[in-house]
């Protein structure tokens, strides 16, 4: 992990993940899913899962915030805090990104983006993104294309 974050920054991001996680769509999996992204400027972009009938056009916490920060304009990111439960559950478990947000964040994150998966603000555990999805496909994988810097 390559955080610089102290531990109360960690739970305040944590606790911007509980909020968003409010606002999630989860009609169908009754699973909400909320996220705190820390963009290296300092702003914080939170996200929901939004569902849909057809499921493919479903968008997870992680995904939503990190559209939403790149819609403005930010492009590079040091952690992020993730935390989902049945609704009116307490987290009992801990809930890592899916495989397609794992590749969304590694896009913008890279391998040394912190990912904070929380039950609570007290119980949590972080990796890099770099353990959580091994020789990840990134920008510099797509050697020759000018729109890379």
Not at 31 to 42: D, I, R
Not at 44 to 68: D, M, Q
Request: with cysteine.
């Amino acid at each position: 992990m390559s955080t610089t974050l102290t531990l109360e920054e960690k739970k305040d991001l944590i606790r911007m993940a509980i909020a968003a996680r409010k606002f999630a769509y989860a009609p169908y999996s009754d699973f909400k899913v909320g996220a705190a992204l820390l963009a290296k400027n300092g702003k914080i972009y939170t996200g929901c899962n939004v569902e849909n009938a057809s499921f493919t056009p479903t968008s997870c916490a992680e995904r939503t915030a990190l559209f939403k920060a790149v819609s403005e304009g930010v492009t590079e990111f040091t952690d992020i805090a993730i935390v989902g439960a049945k609704t009116g559950e307490i987290n009992e478990q801990i809930t890592s990104p899916c495989g397609v947000c794992r590749q969304a964040l590694f896009e913008f994150g890279g391998k040394n983006l912190n990912v904070i998966m929380a039950k609570t603000e007290d119980d949590f555990i972080e990796e890099d993104l770099d353990t959580l999805l091994p020789y990840g496909f990134g920008p510099s994988n797509v050697a020759g294309n000018s729109a890379i810097k």
